[in-house]
Nanobody, 111 residues
Framework: QVQLVESGGGLVQAGGSVRLSCAAS????????MAWFRQGPGKERELVAR???????NYADSVKGRFTISRDNAKNTVYLQMNSLKSEDTAVYYC?????WGQGTQVTVSS
């Protein structure tokens, strides 16, 4: 059974940084794209960043230049480095691999 477990969220001040991790288990994900989504208060879930099996990345315009997605295939883990955080980045962040969702991790940015 595929499972994804996110970690690393919390309360951070505007301008600060946080790194999220998503550990996958149940199968090997090296040949699959991995992605981070987020859902802010009263908003729909949106794609934040995606990384292919070959390491190509794409980002939402709102996070370009501030967030970096990376992966460690040996650890079956995807990361999201979030810098220069803004209050509008406050959301529950989810990782997604092969259609499976993690439980989410809350990131709250205080202004």
């Amino acid at each position: 059974q595929v499972q994804l477990v996110e970690s690393g969220g919390g309360l951070v001040q505007a301008g600060g940084s946080v790194r999220l991790s998503c550990a996958a288990s149940g199968r090997t994900f090296g040949s699959y794209a991995m992605a981070w989504f987020r859902q802010g208060p009263g908003k729909e879930r949106e794609l934040v960043a995606r990384i292919t099996s070959g390491g190509s990345t794409n980002y939402a315009d709102s996070v370009k230049g501030r967030f970096t997605i990376s992966r460690d295939n040996a650890k079956n883990t995807v990361y999201l480095q979030m810098n220069s955080l803004k209050s509008e980045d406050t959301a529950v962040y989810y990782c997604n691999v092969v259609g499976v969702w993690g439980q989410g991790t809350q990131v709250t940015v205080s202004s």
